[in-house]
């Protein structure tokens, strides 16, 4: 009986121990349980670029942008702050910045359309000198490009029997009768139209026999230049810089009836061409005011006004041409850059400074306020004015934006418009 209440006891006392030992078995694999789920906890930690916060990878390495070591990322939920949601967005999607903004501007504004040119010749002014009768150039007087000639210069000498030989009538007619003009009325125009001189024709009349040698003298002022000279194609440059070669009209040459001798130019009336770009080439019509203005000195400004627009035929620009007239003491001279501002009345519109709006190839992008931040919008732009362009769409009137666009371009990347 004694032995019996004994290994009752023992058998008890086993059990608790058994139960004391599961217990502790549970609790122990509790705990590494915990432990492991913590190492997937860090090994599922994720690794930014403290410079780029755009940049998040699962493993450690150098940040793609800048190179710098990425760091870990820790979540603190007791010290979070909503305004990191606005730091850590992509850079090529919006800015955090401070800059000042503006809302777009709806009036009529004056459109002053900018351009450059260069002062050319006057076609219309340019006068060819030909030989009004066959003969052999004894002298020339006109010796190099650009040499200026007056009128009544004497320009060349010349030996022609023709003019007695052909018009020997016209010639004893007035020495016949040389006191009366009503005879000798028609002998006096053609001698007038080969360019004889008053003097000449008086000499004519005493004259016993005639004088095959004779003068010719200039009935026009200006620049000579060879005859085959077109203001087209030449290279104003050459004329700055002093160039100067023979006109071809040479001593010694014989030349026929009507042959081109060399060219004037006059050069108190000059063509200007501009260039306005396609954009702004709708807006120009002939008879709009231009203000011209020299380069190199902008005090120096001639007012005229639209004469000629060539009509489209491709590329960038449009050629508007601008006749003026000068005075001996304008420095406005053939080969002179200059710069143009065209008035083309007025247009109806909403406008934002030209800083406002970025040119990105293709698209034009503003940058609209939400918040502390400046998301980039495209839109589509029109009239230019000064320092002011108009905007078709993309904006209102309410919209706000950075007034200096070119302050919020992101130097690590471009600015995403999708």
């Known amino acids: 009986m004694k032995n019996r209440s004994f290994k009752i006891i023992f058998m008890a006392g086993l059990l608790v121990m058994i139960s004391i030992l599961g217990t502790a078995l549970f609790i122990s694999h509790k705990e590494n349980g915990d432990l492991k789920d913590k190492t997937d906890v860090i090994k599922s930690s994720q690794y930014v670029c403290s410079m780029h916060p755009q940049v998040i990878q699962d493993e450690p390495g150098d940040c793609p942008i800048c190179g710098m070591f990425l760091i870990e990322m820790i979540e603190d939920k007791n010290s979070f702050d909503s305004s990191l949601s606005d730091i850590i967005l992509k850079v090529n999607e919006s800015v955090q910045a401070s800059v000042k903004s503006i809302i777009p501007e709806q009036a009529s504004l004056p459109i002053i359309i900018e351009a450059q040119g260069i002062i050319n010749y006057d076609p219309g002014n340019i006068k060819t000198i030909s030989a009004h009768f066959k003969g052999y150039i004894e002298r020339s007087f006109v010796k190099y490009q650009f040499q200026h000639i007056t009128r009544g210069q004497k320009i060349y000498e010349i030996y022609s029997p023709d003019i007695y030989s052909e018009q020997w009538n016209y010639v004893k007619l007035i020495q016949a009768f040389p006191d009366r003009d ?57 004329a700055l810089q002093g160039w100067s070669g023979s006109t071809g009209f040479n001593d010694g040459i014989t030349v026929e009836k009507g042959a081109p001798l060399f ?58 041409k601008v006749f003026i007239k000068v005075d001996d003491d304008n420095r406005f001279f053939p080969g002179k850059q200059i710069t143009a501002r065209i008035f083309a009345g007025s247009h109806d519109g909403l406008w934002l400074p030209a800083t406002a709006v970025v040119e990105m190839g293709q698209h034009r992008t503003v940058f609209i306020k939400k918040g502390h931040r400046f998301v980039p919008t495209e839109v589509r732009t029109g009239v230019r004015t000064d320092d002011k362009i108009e905007i078709l769409y993309g904006i209102d009137h309410t919209s706000k934006v950075a007034q200096e666009a070119l302050l919020l371009i992101d130097s690590d990347g471009f600015i995403n418009l999708n």
């Open 263 to 320: 060219r004037l130019i006059d050069v108190r009336s000059l063509r200007v061409d501009l260039k306005v770009k396609m954009a702004d080439a709708p807006l120009v019509e002939r008879g709009q005011k231009v203000i011209l203005t020299d380069e190199a000195y902008p005090e120096n400004q001639i007012s005229a006004f639209i004469d000629q627009t060539e009509s489209f035929n491709g590329g960038l620009f449009q050629t508007v």
């Open 182 to 238: 009503d005879l000798t009325r028609e002998a006096m125009d053609w001698f007038n139209h080969q360019g004889l001189s008053k003097a000449q024709v008086d000499s004519l009349k005493l004259a016993k026999i005639p004088d095959y040698y004779f003068s010719v003298y200039s009935d026009a002022e200006g620049f000579a230049v060879s005859k085959d000279f077109d203001p087209g194609i030449y290279d104003n440059a050459a």
